[in-house]
Each structure stands twice: as C-alpha cells, then as structure tokens.
C-alpha cells in the first residue's frame, strides 16, 4: 500500500530544545494528521489540518499542511521529558483508511 | 470523549491456535479498523469495516479474518496463530468518511505473543 515518508526515523534531544519532523508523500491528501504514542499506549490525536497551507497550534506544538498537499510538519517547542514518545504522520484523500509514516521516535535527555 | 476498549492488554498464546482479538467502541463510529505495529514497520492496516456485516482488506490481510456483527464491535481472527503474528495489535474507529474527514481514534492495544 502507499506510504508515507517520515524522518527522521528518530531523535535524541536535550530537554528544552525544539524539534521539527516532517512528512512527505509522491501524491496529494486533503487531511494531514499527527498522532502521538506513549509507550504501552494506543495513538493518540494531536493535530488535525484540514487546508493546504494551515498552521495549527496545540501549545507546545505546531503543525503545517503543505501548501502543495504532499507534505506536513510537526515542530515541538521548549521540549520536556513528557514529550517521549513516537510521533506519527497520516494522510487521508476520499473513502480510503489512512495512510501512516512509519513513525519518528523521540528522546529527550534532562 | 471517544473511548474504544480492547478486551486484552497482554495475551499469550500456542502456535495452531485459533485467538480471537475483540475491540469495542462507545460513539456509534461507523468505522472500525486493525492495525498492527511492528518495530520499524509502523502501523499496517489488516482490515477495516465502514459498517455493520461489512469488511475491507487492508495491505496485510493474510492469515487474518474479522468479523463485525455488531456496529460498536469488530473482532480480528487469527484462524491458525502462527509466531510471525507476534506483534502489537492496535484497533480504531472513526465516523464516516462523508464530505469531511474525521480523525480515527485508537484503543490501547493488545500485545500479542504467540509461542
């Protein structure tokens, strides 16, 4: 099946730092996604953009849909422990299930 | 808030065996799908059901099997458990696709070992 480009596949940050991930695909999507997973958990929403160009905030995060809609980025501001976890692109077009990246893995040193 | 519930964390089972994964959610969500995540693989879709008696492959659909009878319940079947299913089996649900897009919603998953 079609699948996303992510990177980086994983980072080690001191706490405080910024991060930025990013996502890219070889076709359109008309919703951008980025899911959060903690370990043992299920992922869980974050950001959802709805229009080529959007920036959305949530706090400490920010989120952009590509103004060509074949990518996203997912920046994370003034980084804290809390902030470990694996983050998950997805992109959706019509009736199809989502289409997920393979994840960028996040650790972030006190 | 959503909530979709899957009936084990942790499960532990024999080659040959016929295991059964049962995942329930609580907002009338039309649809319902499985995942499993593996190290480095992300997340696969197995199957999907955008409503009730209705079932969809997804990209790994081989020795899976589900069943929706039920709107708020999608079982995955694993009809011979094998050890390359080891693995941690995520289910979600959403509304609709219709004109708008709703986000998918995950269970916390079920981390299943075969031996």
């Known amino acids: 099946g079609q699948q996303l480009n992510q990177s980086p596949q994983s980072m080690f940050i001191q706490e405080g730092e910024d991060v930025s991930m990013n996502c890219t695909s070889s076709?359109?999507?008309?919703?951008w996604l980025w899911y959060k997973q903690d370990p043992g958990e299920g992922p869980v929403l974050l950001i959802a953009?709805?229009?080529?160009?959007e920036l959305t905030s949530n706090g400490r995060l920010t989120a952009q849909f590509g103004i060509t809609r074949k990518d996203s980025f997912l920046n994370i501001s003034a980084s804290i422990p809390s902030d470990v976890g694996i983050y998950f692109c997805a992109g959706h077009i019509g009736n199809t299930p989502l289409v997920f990246g393979k994840g960028t893995r996040l650790s972030v040193i006190a | 808030d959503v909530k979709v519930t899957q009936s084990s964390r942790y499960l532990v089972k024999r080659t040959g065996e016929k295991v059964f994964l049962e995942c329930v959610q609580d907002?009338?969500?039309?649809?319902m799908f499985w995942y499993r995540q593996d190290p480095g693989l992300g997340l696969r879709l197995i199957y999907f059901?955008?409503?009730?008696?209705?079932?969809e492959k997804g990209d790994i659909p081989e020795g899976y099997s589900v069943s929706r009878e039920k709107k708020e319940r999608f079982s995955l079947i694993l009809e011979s458990a094998s050890t390359n299913q080891t693995s941690m089996y995520l289910c979600?649900?959403?509304?609709?696709?219709?004109?708008?897009?709703?986000?998918?919603?995950f269970g916390d998953g079920t981390r299943l070992s075969i031996l």
């Open positions: 907002m009338d969500h039309e649809n």
């Open positions: 953009l709805y229009k080529a160009g």
């Open positions: 979600a649900s959403s509304l609709s696709w219709g004109a708008s897009y709703q986000p998918q919603h």
């Open positions: 059901s955008y409503d009730v008696k209705m079932k």
């Open positions: 076709s359109i999507f008309n919703t």
